[in-house]
């Protein structure tokens, strides 16, 4: 079955770095684009940033654009999120996710993923 595992969160000061990681299982992860989202509490679900099966394409949110990077490695079956200039807000829980096969072609509607990992806390402190 389709697994999605990320790893990397913690806590970290404001300006800060961290690089999370999603190990994929379960399916050909070189055929699918990928996704990050992320949620804070109290608030919705929202789009980070999105690869496709090469990692010849991306897309930022224009909140992380600049200061995040995703990147593939389909060798390892696993999709990463460097994440530089934290700041506060960017504290939430991080979700990886599997998109459509080759692209997802609305890459920022969490409706264009099927499949979701349990999660990871990135929290930013001031």
């Known amino acids: 079955q389709v697994q999605l595992v990320e790893s990397g969160g913690g806590l970290v000061q404001a300006g800060g770095s961290l690089r999370l990681s999603c190990a994929a299982s379960?399916?050909?992860?070189?055929?699918?684009?990928m996704g990050w989202f992320r949620q804070a509490p109290g608030k919705e679900r929202e789009f980070v940033a999105a690869?496709?099966?090469?990692?010849?394409?991306?897309n930022y949110a224009d909140s992380v654009k600049g200061r995040f990077t995703i990147s593939r490695d389909n060798a390892k079956k696993t999709v990463y999120l460097q994440m530089n200039s934290l700041k506060p807000e960017d504290t939430a829980v991080y979700y990886c996710?599997?998109?459509?096969?080759?692209?997802?072609?609305?890459?920022?509607?969490?409706?264009?993923?099927?499949?979701w990992g349990q999660g990871t806390q990135v929290t930013v402190s001031s």
């Open positions: 379960g399916f050909t992860f070189s055929s699918y684009g």
């Open positions: 996710a599997r998109g459509a096969i080759f692209s997802v072609p609305n890459p920022s509607a969490p409706a264009s993923y099927l499949y």
């Open positions: 690869i496709t099966w090469s990692g010849g394409s991306t």
